[in-house]
């Protein structure tokens, strides 16, 4: 990432917690506590303009809240997101906020939980144009859908058609072109093929590839699937419980990746060209974002916790391309990767 | 060697508003004893219509309408409804994708196993809480004998599927059929769920049949692997041959639409179309329309098998008679 960084989207410090108390009246009677979900702790990263910046971890780390304050869709409990320089907590008003809403479009797992299933696929995408007062009805919005389905590879002959009518795969076609009608900067891509076959998959993610190229769109791609990241991601960020604990160029994070975490992650990832690799595990699960582990969150997992772990959180520290928050690395006890993970992660970088 | 299970042209029809379909047809493979096979293909190939075949459980409107099923030589396609019931649970067990479909959410987990434990096997109460206490702690359930009391839902998914393996395990069965076993947990719990599988059958000497969408799940397990594609098996053979040099059309194309995480700027592999289903079948090779390849004679003639390196292959393209020909 040299020169000057053309940002779109500038997220900081955001957190949104969730009250997930019981109802007054059982607090009373039975003396429980307030329960907060942290399930978005300062996270911080830029997008650049034009690439791609993949939110990658298990599920309930935080990914889809993250996607949902940036879409507006969720209000943060601190910290602001900006988008192409305004702050997005300033569009009170619904119609302040158009231009906003039109150039950042969202794509979910689930495309037919997405499209009203009892509307036409020419009306879904002509949604967006006529809602944005982009076009009038007539014979030039009829031309515009049509030329919407014939960019994602559907023809323009499926106007007529409702959603149930399509395959999966077609339906996450759809999502795109709907996504596509506003002519947007940025799209948030959630889970876009997890629901997909794999064959189906890479024929989603070469048209986003094409549709990147061809609109220099940007995209905020949020997937649990490492090799997904990997083919798509300029830029990455990995998260545990809320958090960012390592983020930066993905090529490096891939090839050489810094966190404990991020190191087994990798690891964990089962790979149909590297069958019965030896690997390390990831032991015991993710503990619950009711009650997050004090100092790093990390820590009751890590192989390098020491007492500092336990006590304090790790701030982030840039290495290299990357920005890496854990202990370990900055007290420079970080092992090198076991020979078995270094040959299998070692060329990622380069062949980037 | 002679097989543990014998599967022979097996045929599942599903009969709906008066039109007959064919689900999954002339499907033979074996599994030997201690054998993993990976049971491999896209959503609608027909693996769990295949597995729940094998488990004597297909249901109407699926019905098996030719080929045979052996179990340790003997035929099992046959058996009545109680002689199925006591074969499963004991010889042949079963893990599902959703615990819940194994486990009761009004039970314990203790009374599950004991009485899976107790129907099957002749122990006393107390010998069963002994077993299913055991059985807890080799599936690396923190606190065994305090969580005997608990019930599925007090606990996490990565933890109830460890039940299920004890579960599947309480009677030493000698082939478990695993139907996506771990596909709704994250990787990471994946990988303990699979390790734990396989620990737990190389030990025993238990067979699995395990089905699954994902060739990396097929890559870390798998001893042998068996491709389906609309119902039919295209390509059976051992994984590490399979995976690095795949004969069928189809598998070579299902192998390049998975992102490599070395090679990142490479476009995808794309297989145009997609799996026919079985309310419209295809004639010949049921993937011609989708092959690069294809022969004339794909379009009208169902591919033999033929033997491929180590895998064998329902494919026109290996038909020795037209490579000798080409
Ligand atoms: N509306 C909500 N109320 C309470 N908790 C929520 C809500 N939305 C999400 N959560 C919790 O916040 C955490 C993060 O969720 P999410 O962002 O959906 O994770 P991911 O997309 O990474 O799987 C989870 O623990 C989830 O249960
Ligand atoms: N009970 C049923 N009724 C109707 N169709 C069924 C039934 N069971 C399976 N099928 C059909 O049989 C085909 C194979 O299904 P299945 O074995 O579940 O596929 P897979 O497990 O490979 O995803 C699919 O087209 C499915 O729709
Ligand atoms: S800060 Fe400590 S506990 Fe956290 S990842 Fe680094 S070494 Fe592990
Ligand atoms: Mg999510
Ligand atoms: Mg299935």
Redesign the interface.
Known sequence: MNGVKDTILSVDRLTVRFDASPPLLKRLVTGAGRRTVHAVEEVEFEVARGSTFALVG??GCGKSTIARAIAGIQRPSGGSVSFMGVDIAGFRTRHAAMPYRRNLQMIFQDPYASLNPRWRVGRIIAEPILTHGLMTRGAALTARVAELLETVGLSPGDTAKFPHQF?G?QRQRISIARALAANPAFVVCDEPTSAL???????I??LM?RLQRERGLTYLLIS?N???V??MADDMGVMYLGRLVEQGD??QI?GRPLHPYTR???D?????????RDRA???G??PSPLAPPTGCAFHPRCPLANARCARERPLPIRVEAALVACHAVEEGRLPSRPPAAQQ??A??GD?? | MSALLKVEGLRVEIARRGRVMTAIDDVSFEIAAGEILGVVGESGAGKSVTGTAVLGLLERPAFQAAGRILFDGRRIDTLDEDAMRALRGREIAAVFQDPLTSLDPLMTIGDQLTETIRTHLDLTQAEAVERAARLLAEVGIPAPRERLASYPHEMSGGMRQRVVLALAFSCEPRLIIADEPTTALDVSIQAQILDLLRAMCRERGTAVMLVTHDMGVIAEVADRVAVMYAGRLVEVGPTQSLLAEAAHPYTRGLMGSIPDMHRRDVELAQIPGSMPRPDAPVPGCAFHPRCGQALPRCAVERPLTFTAGASEVACWLADPAARSAA
């Open positions: 298990e599920s395959s795969g076959d794999v064959s189906v998959q890479a024929q993610l070469n590839r649990h490492l090799a997904v990997a083919h993905a090529g891939l087994l992650l990798l964990t990832v089962p790979d149909p060209r590297a069958p019965k595990r990831l032991a699960e993710v299998s992660f060329t990622s062949a980037a």
